[in-house]
């Protein structure tokens, strides 16, 4: 009971000292939020990818019957499928925004230099993302590929997502230790 | 976390529940609608780039790129080292002089620099990188509507 009531306070002082009592600087831009945008998108991408990993299957015989059967027999594959095609192409373009913000207005300087590097990381992972997923559906029919699907597929699922959870998670530290924008 | 009250007066502050988060909604609402008609609209029924259906306009450069240099080891040599040239851009354009005063900042918040300092180190403040930013983004864009 004590324990509980302990643990009660603790999150009620974690959310007020990170949400309802956190003072920000007044007046920031509407492009900041760009960078949430961007993990928005991905989040979305994300969601989608999960759905379609369930039906999808990593054959370079099966791969292409396989996305047509979600996008005509499962119920909202369709749009699912639609989402995780069309989505990166909005994720760029908010991840390009950001970083032209982020050029533009010199915020990667000293102490954001590693900011800038993470950010940077993650934007070439995201199109090495983009291009295994089109190797995947169906992209690797073509001359285009010279590496087995399942290789891809493992690259795409695993290998780029977790390499992109580190430099996100490194990215958002930094944030939260340094702050948005303003000198130190 | 970077505890923003320090320095300032209480007027240049705001609470960031609920003004900032509310911002992040609407921009988030924003994404959705814009992502709904992404879907609809794409791909798109014009051709602006002279292109392949299976490159997507952000590799349009690099597809370019490739076309324009034959020899493979030289177009790999050359995207690596852009893509080097790009992670490394803050430690290639350090400036040693606000490097100090940012130093000396840390030390001192409630200094006139920690309040009114935004914005002096925008971009076009600085006409060399400037102008290294914008021939790169010309002759990115230059790149998509060569004919190869």
Known sequence: MTNEIGNQGMVRELIETNITRRLIPRGLSWFGCMGGLSLVAFMIQLGTGIFLMFYFIPSATEAVVSIQKVSHSIPYGWLVHRIHAVGPHVMIGMVLSHMLRILFKGIYRHPRELHWVSGACLLILTFVMYYTGYLLSGGSRSSHSVMPVTFIYALHIAGIPLAMGLFMGMHFFMVRKTGIYEPL | ?148
């Open chain 2, 1 to 148: 976390m970077k505890d923003y009250t320090k320095g300032k007066r209480p007027e240049m502050l705001e609470p960031f529940f609920p003004n900032e988060l509310l911002r992040h909604l609407i921009v988030s609402c924003f994404l959705i609608i814009l992502e709904m008609v992404a879907i609809t609209v794409f791909p798109l029924p014009w051709k602006i780039f002279n292109k392949p259906d299976h490159i997507p306009w952000f590799l349009l450069p690099l597809y370019q790129l490739r076309t324009l240099i034959q020899n493979e080891v030289v177009f790999i040599s050359a995207v690596v080292l852009s893509a080097l040239l790009f992670i490394a851009w803050p430690f290639l354009v350090c400036d040693r002089k606000y490097r100090m005063s940012s130093l000396r900042n840390a030390e001192d918040r409630n200094s006139n620099h920690a309040r009114h300092g935004k914005g002096r180190h925008n971009l076009w403040h600085q006409p060399v990188l400037f102008t290294i930013v914008i021939f790169t983004i010309i002759f990115l864009i230059t790149l998509c509507f060569i004919k190869t």
